[in-house]
């Protein structure tokens, strides 16, 4: 049986057909905390410490070798120093010593083994933190060491991506794999006999960080009823309250978490987050005391999950017209020592494995494994910047053999609407892909460029290089997928909005009081927004998966529909004319058809309080329902796609293999720009980290799996020096009717594109092609030398 | 020897223009006196390793990584910070350039990027697109507004050299 359409899907949608006209949406806008933030006063999580006495300090004692038994934990000796109030172990968790975020299979507190250099064996809490550090060397663990296990190619086969012999890191689990997914549409036997050029190559991407600039904390406040309230440095407050009060064994409703601006999320302060907040709070369970967690770099970067490493092999064939006839990948992707979201994004990576192309036949294998490395999950892109990098040199190189422009190449084979994807799934509006991909080869020159730079001789060579990219817009089949906001009118006309979405600094909230200001008629400088807190936000699900504006734009216009309706109709009693008649721009409330009939926003509201008519409201969202066939890895992941195109120029030293990045054009298809400045700050921005990535990150492991770069000196991110002369983003709005006012995300597309564009433009600049990333100065040195394009 | 051993000293340090005597620790970091003595939250701890910038502040006129510096050792000198740098209800050029050219975004790494910029606008009023490049290059901004920093830079050089160093604000 069919159920009724939600009325929040028809006021999302109604929206969308109806307004046309923005006052503030897509107007370039100072964000609400600009002026906090500017003046420094801003107060992110360790900031706190100065607002409370009393505080306790909690020190991680971390493991001497990346895989080991434990035969002995011994915390007598620390216990003894002065100033240790508690040494907490594993014997001290009061509920489930798991933090696992897919998998229970992630110990807060290691007892059995160790499974990495950054587990945890013990915590010492004292009166200082210094004291604390001094306490934790005396902490004596006796270890049984066992083989370490770093390279993923140990623990499956290349080929059948069977699992290999070996000594088990998660014996308990019986294996080591931790999930497979797989795409199986067409033939593609069938396809490669038809193929006339067929391009096979292997691509490996590297561990990276995400070097967020605030490390992690938190701080456990113990309630006079028995309950803790945790201040987190978490893109997650109710996230965070689950695994928080699994840990203390608590209900939920005595657990309280309270978010602070983020120096930065990038999706690495999902599920540290929860482990570091469980630190805290248990410390404060067990002394009673205020107790504060702060990460140093070197903790964060051992300690926190990392983009998944992968492993990817690619066979593309394409027609003598260039048409694209088959694709065939295995890809495999090392989780590390723990699973963290590391099944989500191996369907991530799997949902798009094959980019935005029309596909007839393909045949698609992911395994994601652990192995004794730092724990891999979410990293903005969530398994796409891997799988484009792969894909988007296929192209290129597709386009080498069959003598077609790069750029001509991809048209040919472009989603369009209309379309269905590799998974069967019709896009039937809504797809601006060929408008991004004609834009931006117009504004950066692409065919005179191309052209000119085929003609360069000397040392010092330009190249110009193109990526497409798409990205499926919040959880998908992933799970629950719904979001929330309340927006409450007082009394004095000021309006509070609150959600339980974040703010690491992307800006997105600001998007979000932009559309309920476009709805209700007030500006956005009548909003304070406020911090959320699992005592008064709604539960909003999760702050990831470039879902705040698309799902979270969809909640607000909800609530400030509700709002707005409730407003019109008492202000049409006011100044009898219709509800329909009424215009609010606040301070004024009229009627549109006389605007000499007016009244004050502020007379509105407290007419509305007179006549008991509430001005609180809440607005839900549920995401249109996602499909996944296991077997076929068909369906509808994602109820829609970001879209973009990258055109990367870079000038390549060829005596010293260096690439320099002159320009990038960045256009995305994001259905409608909301919050324009936001959205042009995460264009440069993604390009930004998406340089790092492609050019210079990696965190490197020892055959021991110590981590050999565990700080921002040898772990190099882009600095000023490194950065474009120019970052032009391009937006193409081709309305999703989903989205509020057709708006789609951005966050993490605005990197999956970078480093393949940049890779081609190597590629046109020097004529070598490196297949792994980071292409650092010696791979394209090494590669110019052993293909003889340099003497030296 | 333990960290309970060691004898606290007094040093006086002056900071925004104001004097301060507090008891550290030989141990102890500038930045630490700062943050969580003087109640200074506005300096930051990014790495603890003096690469990242977030906790520049200048001491007798020189951009310094107040994590490297020992509190004992800023006995007697004169330190500003983000909280220093307008007279209380104003901004500063510097401030009013940053949200003229929307720059903002975690705004975790923007006092030490203030802090830097005001060290560079102090020696040089008119600075190219390289030397901004330069003297911001100990900043580490991972949300990617460096473009932005730029712009601002500029923008900020501009209003100085025209006398206007101070803005009124809203907010």
Not at chain 1, 657 to 663: H, I, L, N, Q
Request: glycine share 8%; net charge neutral; proline share 5%.
């Amino acid at each position: 049986m069919a159920l009724p359409t939600a009325e929040y899907v028809k006021i999302v949608e109604e929206l969308f057909e109806k307004v046309k006209k923005f006052t503030y949406v897509g107007k370039h806008m100072q964000r609400w905390d600009a002026i906090e933030k500017i003046l420094g006063k801003t107060r992110f999580t360790a900031d706190y410490a100065n607002l409370y006495r009393n505080l306790v300090y909690v020190y991680s004692v971390r493991a001497k070798y990346a895989h080991a038994k434990i035969r002995k934990i011994d915390v007598s000796e620390a216990e003894k120093v002065s100033g240790v109030l508690k040494v907490i172990t594993h014997k001290d968790v009061p509920g489930v010593n798991d933090v696992g975020y897919v998998i229970p299979d992630q110990p807060l507190l290691a007892y059995s083994k160790v499974r990495y250099i950054g587990d945890i064996v013990a915590l010492i809490v004292a009166e200082d933190p210094y004291i604390a550090e001094e306490a934790g060397e005396k902490v004596y663990v006796d270890y049984e060491p066992l083989p370490v296990i770093i390279d993923p190619l140990e623990i499956v086969d290349p080929i059948t991506l069977e699992e290999k012999k070996h000594v088990l890191i998660h014996d308990e689990r019986e294996s080591d794999i931790v999930a497979r997914y797989r795409i199986r549409t067409g033939d593609v036997k069938k396809g490669f006999d038809q193929a006339s050029v067929i391009v096979e190559n292997e691509y490996r991407t590297q561990y990276a960080e995400h070097a967020y600039m605030e490390p992690e904390a938190a701080l456990a406040i113990p309630e006079p009823d028995g309950g803790i309230t945790i201040i987190a440095s978490t893109q997650c407050p109710y996230e965070a309250r689950r695994a928080i009060s699994k840990v203390l064994g608590m209900p939920f409703n005595k657990v309280r978490v309270v978010v602070p601006p983020l120096g930065g999320g990038f999706g690495g302060k999902e599920d540290v987050a929860n482990e570091i907040g469980a630190k805290a709070a248990l410390a404060t369970l067990l002394t009673g005391r205020p107790a504060i967690a702060v990460h140093t770099r070197e903790e964060s970067i051992i300690g926190h999950s990392k983009r998944h490493p992968a492993i990817m092999w690619y066979k593309h064939g394409a027609s003598r017209d260039g048409k694209l006839v088959a694709v065939e990948a295995r890809i495999i992707l090392d989780t590390g020592a723990y699973a963290s979201l590391g099944p989500f994004v191996a369907w991530r990576a799997t949902v798009h494995s094959v980019g935005p192309y029309k596909v007839p036949n393909a045949k698609v294998d992911t395994v994601a494994v652990y192995t004794n490395g730092i724990y891999a999950g979410a990293f903005r892109g969530f398994g796409n910047p891997q799988i484009h990098f792969a894909i988007e040199q296929q192209m290129d190189l597709l386009a080498e053999e069959l003598d077609i422009d790069p750029v001509e190449f991809r048209l040919k084979n472009i989603l369009r609407n209309g379309d269905r994807t590799v998974h069967g799934q019709l896009l039937d509006h809504g797809v601006g892909l060929e408008g991004a991909l004609v834009k931006a080869a117009k504004i950066a020159n692409w065919y005179r460029k191309r052209a000119e730079y085929a003609k360069q001789t000397g040392t010092i060579r330009k190249g110009i290089g193109a990526a497409l990219l798409w990205h499926g817009n919040s959880i998908g089949a992933e799970g629950a997928d719904y979001s929330a906001v309340s927006i409450i009118i007082n009394r004095d006309g000021s309006v509070t909005f609150r959600t339980g979405l974040t703010d690491f600094g992307q800006g997105a909230i600001q998007g979000l009081i932009m559309l309920a200001a476009e709805i209700l008629g007030v500006p956005p400088e009548y909003f304070r927004v406020e911090m959320p807190d699992t005592a008064s936000v709604p539960d909003a699900g999760p702050t990831v998966a470039s879902r705040t504006t698309a799902m979270g734009g969809n909640a607000t216009l909800v609530a400030a529909y509700k709002l707005r309706k409730k407003l019109n109709e008492v202000a049409a009693d006011m100044l009898k004319c219709s509800p329909d008649d009424i215009e609010i721009k606040a301070p004024e409330v009229y009627c549109r058809s006389d605007p000499a009939r007016k009244i004050r926003w502020i007379d509105l509201i407290e007419e509305c309080f007179w006549k008991g008519i509430s001005l609180q409201e809440y607005g839900y969202y549920r995401a249109p329902k996602a499909r996944w066939d296991d077997e076929t890895g068909h369906g509808e992941p994602y109820f829609t796609y970001t879209f973009g195109a990258i055109i990367a120029e870079v000038v390549v030293d060829m005596e010293t293999g260096k690439t320099y990045v002159e320009r990038m054009v960045t256009a995305y298809d994001i259905g409608r720009v909301v919050n324009r400045v936001g959205a042009e700050l995460h264009a440069e921005g993604g390009a930004i980290q998406g340089l790092g990535y492609a050019l210079m990150e990696e965190i490197v492991h020892s055959p021991e799996g110590k981590v050999w770069n565990p700080n921002l000196y040898a772990y190099y991110i882009p600095t000023i020096l490194d950065i474009p002369k120019e970052i032009i983003p391009i937006f193409v709005e081709a309305g999703y009717i989903r989205g509020p006012f057709g708006a789609k995300g951005l966050g993490e597309p605005s990197i999956n594109g970078i480093a393949p564009a940049i890779a081609n433009a190597i590629a046109n600049a020097v004529g070598v092609r490196i297949k792994s990333l980071p292409m650092t100065p010696e791979k394209v040195y090494l590669e110019l030398k052993r293909k003889g394009l340099i003497k030296l | 020897m333990s960290t309970e051993e060691y004898p606290e000293i007094e040093i006086t340090l002056n900071v925004n223009g104001k004097d301060y005597t507090v008891k550290v620790k030989p141990y102890e970091r500038l930045l630490d006196v700062l943050r969580y003595k003087l109640g200074l939250s506005s300096v930051k701890e990014g790495c603890g390793r003096g690469e990242c910038g977030t906790c520049a502040v200048i001491m007798d006129g020189k951009l310094i990584a107040s994590c490297l510096v020992l509190a004992i050792q800023a006995r007697g000198k004169k330190i500003l910070t983000l909280e220093g740098l307008a007279p209380p209800g104003k901004l500063h050029a510097i401030q009013k350039a940053l949200l003229d050219t929307y720059a903002m975004q975690c705004g975790f790494c923007f006092p030490g990027v203030i802090m830097a910029m005001k060290s560079l606008l102090d020696r040089n009023p008119n600075p190219t697109e390289d030397e901004i490049r330069e003297a911001l290059s100990g900043n580490l901004c991972r949300c990617g507004s460096y473009l932005r920093f730029i712009k601002a830079a500029k923008l900020a050089a501009e209003y100085i050299r025209k006398g206007q160093v101070y803005f009124e604000f809203k907010g």
